[in-house]
């Protein structure tokens, strides 16, 4: 398809469990970000790629959340050793450069529930 | 760094009345602006951005909002309600950081739009 694609769009996990999520940017989309939205919430940054390059992690809550972006394209946000509080809805969103005025085409979406 | 504020997380307006949703930025540099959509279940989608060249700036849908400096403030507008507006809206500010293009969303006003 043409727009950003993410997989699972639904995942129930065990506390304790590892997950990991998806995103299949625009093609030829050069910025890629991760946010989590929790119920009621706006999108809170996670990470933000530059093609394979990593930039800005700061939004990452723990050390038990990991993202990459090998080749530049398809972004995988894992979740080590899910905890309740990490149930949310986490939304990836690329953007064709790196300008300002740059709009996001978000995903729609991976709903994740620990139990 | 920036930030938004929405006032009101919840709006709830006649069909065919007025819509008013409320944004307020802080940035210590001249920012991009944006309004985004959600429908349930659905990712974000862009409803209008400002980007410095005219401070009313029409978007999707009838909708449209005034940069105030002065204000700080990017309200949203839309004469007249329909009942397929009702849908979840969020302003968001984009400044360089760190290198790259940083968007902040704001917390999101629910609207209701009555029969």
């Known amino acids: 398809g043409a727009g950003v694609s993410q997989s699972p769009r639904y995942k129930v996990a065990k506390r304790g469990q590892d997950v990991a999520l998806r995103c299949d940017p625009i093609?030829?989309?050069?910025?890629l970000f991760w946010y989590q939205q929790a119920l009621g919430q706006g999108p809170e940054f996670l990470t933000y790629?530059?093609?394979?390059?990593?930039?800005?992690k700061s939004g990452l809550p723990s050390d038990r959340f990991f993202a990459e972006r090998p080749e530049g394209s398809v972004s995988t946000l894992k979740i080590q050793r899910t905890q309740q509080e990490d149930s949310a809805v986490y939304l990836c969103?690329?953007?064709?450069?790196?300008?300002?005025?740059?709009?996001?085409?978000f995903g729609e979406g991976s709903r994740l529930t620990v139990l | 760094a920036q930030s938004v504020t929405q006032l009101g997380s919840h709006v709830s307006v006649s069909e065919g009345a007025l819509v008013l949703l409320r944004c307020n930025y802080s940035?210590?540099?001249?920012?991009?602006l944006f309004w985004y959509v959600q429908y349930p279940n659905q990712g974000l989608q862009l409803l209008l951005k400002?980007?410095?060249?005219?401070?009313l700036v029409k978007g999707i849908n009838g909708f449209e909002a005034e940069f105030k400096k002065s204000e700080t403030s990017f309200h949203l507008t839309k004469p007249s309600a329909h009942m397929s507006d009702a849908a979840e809206y969020f302003c968001?500010?984009?400044?360089?950081?760190?290198?790259?293009?940083?968007?902040?969303f704001g917390i999101g006003t629910k609207l209701q739009v009555i029969p």
């Open positions: 969103a690329s953007s064709p450069g790196t300008g300002r005025a740059g709009e996001l085409f």
């Open positions: 093609s030829g989309h050069v910025s």
């Open positions: 790629f530059q093609n394979e390059a990593q930039l800005d």
């Open positions: 940035s210590s540099v001249p920012p991009y």
């Open positions: 400002y980007t410095s060249a005219a401070t």
């Open positions: 968001a500010v984009s400044v360089r950081s760190g290198g790259y293009q940083k968007v902040t």
